[in-house]
């Protein structure tokens, strides 16, 4: 069964710096792309970042981009997202979910359950 | 980077059919056929239910079916059930080779 858990979420004063992380498990992690995409509460959904199986390619939102910086350990099974420069508008639940390719492009079939960053002095 | 374009809510009785439409652009809906459909009900993550405009997933009814025309894509759900209560988002892969989600449909069954 495809497990993903996120972590690394909570409270942060606008302009500092979290790290989320996302554990991956029952599947060959390294042969799909990943993505995070964050929620606001009670609004929809948004596409953050994307990460090829190997790294190759990297894209980001340009709400984010130049602020988060996406990674993986294929050896760890693991997602990451450096997010830097916080801002109020950055709160949210964010969510790792899993692509059906490798390359991306074929559609979230697996999601964790999110976790949620707040952003508040 | 906008928002695909959604209707805010749409709602049905049990047994009719109801269509979500999701209107881009050619840099995205109408760019490629790689639009997807996702389920989520409150205080859950989102589920796959339609990928490549209209293939399901394993597991996923047939009741719900995808298709597109032109920069619009479209989610249909036949024979609505009170369990089809849910927010059903579009996303699409783009030409600058991001994506993009709908704004989001309430589905609400009568």
């Known amino acids: 069964e495809v497990q993903l858990v996120e972590s690394g979420g909570g409270l942060v004063q606008p302009g500092r710096s979290l790290r989320l992380s996302c554990a991956a498990s029952?599947?060959?992690?390294?042969?799909?792309?990943m993505h995070w995409v964050r929620q606001a509460p009670g609004k929809g959904l948004e596409w953050v970042s994307s990460?090829?199986?190997?790294?190759?390619?990297?894209a980001y939102a340009d709400s984010v981009k130049g602020r988060f910086t996406i990674s993986r350990d294929n050896a760890k099974n693991s997602l990451y997202l450096q997010m830097n420069s916080l801002r109020r508008e950055d709160l949210g639940l964010y969510y790792c979910?899993?692509?059906?390719?490798?390359?991306?492009?074929?559609?979230?079939?697996?999601w964790g359950q999110g976790t949620l960053v707040a952003v508040s002095s | 980077q906008s928002a695909l374009t959604q209707p805010a809510s749409v709602s049905g009785s049990p047994g009719q059919s109801i269509t979500i439409s999701c209107t881009g652009s050619?840099?995205?809906?109408?760019?490629?056929?790689?639009v997807s459909w996702y389920q989520q009900y409150p205080g859950e993550a989102p589920k796959l239910i339609i990928y490549d405009v209209s293939r399901r997933p394993s597991g996923v009814s047939h009741r719900f079916s995808g298709s597109k025309s032109g920069n619009t894509a479209s989610l249909t759900i036949s024979g609505l059930q009170a369990a089809d209560e849910a927010d059903y988002y579009c996303?699409?892969?783009?030409?600058?080779?991001?994506?993009?989600f709908g704004t989001g449909t309430k589905v609400t069954v009568l």
């Open positions: 990460i090829t199986w190997q790294s190759g390619s990297i």
């Open positions: 029952g599947f060959t992690f390294d042969d799909y792309a």
């Open positions: 996303s699409s892969y783009t030409t600058s080779s991001t994506y993009v």
């Open positions: 050619s840099s995205d809906v109408g760019g490629y056929d790689y």
């Open positions: 979910a899993k692509d059906r390719f490798y390359y991306g492009s074929g559609g979230f079939d697996s």
